[in-house]
């Protein structure tokens, strides 16, 4: 295993003081906690968002947190999820009377320890709700979930209703447009290579040279099919075909989101983005706006995946809103 890291144990921990001492006027970490919040939180008469989850999907979530999208991120041990103390501490935070929002993506032990949170929340008198992000089209119920799982869709919708909050909008009408964008995102990835958990030091799955796998989740879950590996305009239209397939685009406008794993170099993501733009026009879909990086990793993956979202003329507005936070690339 070759990581720039000190101890594996303490490689989280480590991360979240290097993040903060790099933005210390846009970030503070709650004391004993692997909780980070937004400097100024909790802000006045603002609905607050909380997120969160395993670490190794960097930027995600800590990355953004920042006017317009998140006031808490809580951080998990690698793919693991955080504890309902932890998740508890974030919501304390960063509620300034008008409730908090957490977005959650779907699996087993986000959902559980979130919502364990929430209702020793609700204990204490805060207000608390939750949307729930299940995104990925490639699987059903797998070995981490009841559902679908959540993923780099996810963002969207932490931009989305980061927005809504921003505004001044109340907590009904920032889970409402959180659902609205939960409704109409799709997404599917691929991977090429596997990563390796710093505490467990090997891969966690095995690949060929030439083999890919179609469907890949974020922690390693098994896809929908390990195939050679194809080109670039193969994937792409694979996994386009897939998302177009899972819900009705006809006459839509979207947004599209082509997002790298950890260790796919820009061009590669840029090339994938060539093909999706070439099918949406083919099936007559207009984009909106074209997100191409690193928003939601699985350490040094290689790979991929590829987000669709329905827009409107209100999620385009809330898309375009101001944000400052640090990893949101527009």
């Given amino acids: ?94 509620d300034s009377g008008a409730g908090v929002l957490l977005i959650i993506k779907n699996y087993t032990g986000d959902v559980m320890n979130f919502e364990m949170a929430a209702e020793m929340a609700e204990a204490e008198g805060i207000q608390v709700d939750k949307v729930i992000v299940n995104d990925d089209v490639a699987v059903e119920n797998s070995t981490a979930t009841t559902g679908r799982r959540g993923i780099a869709g996810t963002v969207l919708v932490h931009k989305i209703a980061g927005a809504m909050a921003e505004q001044g909008a109340s907590l009904k009408e920032v889970k409402d447009i959180a659902e609205k964008v939960i409704a109409g995102v799709r997404s599917m990835g691929v991977a090429t290579a596997a990563c390796t958990v710093p505490a467990a030091g090997k891969q966690s799955f095995e690949l060929a040279e030439d ?35 899972d819900l009705d685009f006809k006459d839509s406008e979207v947004a599209v989101m082509i997002n790298g794993l950890g260790s796919t170099p820009e061009m590669e993501l840029y090339i994938v983005n060539q093909t999706v733009q070439g099918i949406l026009a083919e099936h007559e879909i207009k984009v909106s706006h074209t997100f191409v990086g690193e928003y939601m990793t699985a350490l040094e993956m290689a790979g991929c995946s590829v987000t669709l979202l329905k827009v409107d003329k209100e999620l385009k507005a809330l898309l375009d809103a101001p944000s400052t936070a640090l990893a949101f690339k527009m």
């Fill in 211 to 245: 083999e890919m796998e179609i469907g890949i989740g974020i922690h390693g879950e098994p896809g929908i099919e390990r195939k050679k590996l194809s080109s670039a305009a193969e994937i792409a239209q694979q996994l386009t075909d897939k998302i177009l397939a």
């Fill in 1 to 94: 295993m070759k990581k720039i890291i000190n101890d594996p144990e303490h490689a989280v921990q480590d991360m979240i003081k290097g993040l903060v001492a790099a933005y210390p006027k846009q970030l503070k970490q709650i004391t004993g906690t692997n909780v980070i919040i937004r400097k100024e939180a909790p802000v006045a008469t603002k609905v607050g968002l909380v997120s969160g989850g395993g670490s190794g999907h960097e930027p995600a979530h800590a990355g953004y947190i920042g006017k317009g999208m998140l006031d808490a991120a809580v951080v998990g041990e690698v793919f693991t999820s955080p504890t309902p103390d932890q998740v508890l501490e974030a919501i304390k935070a960063v």
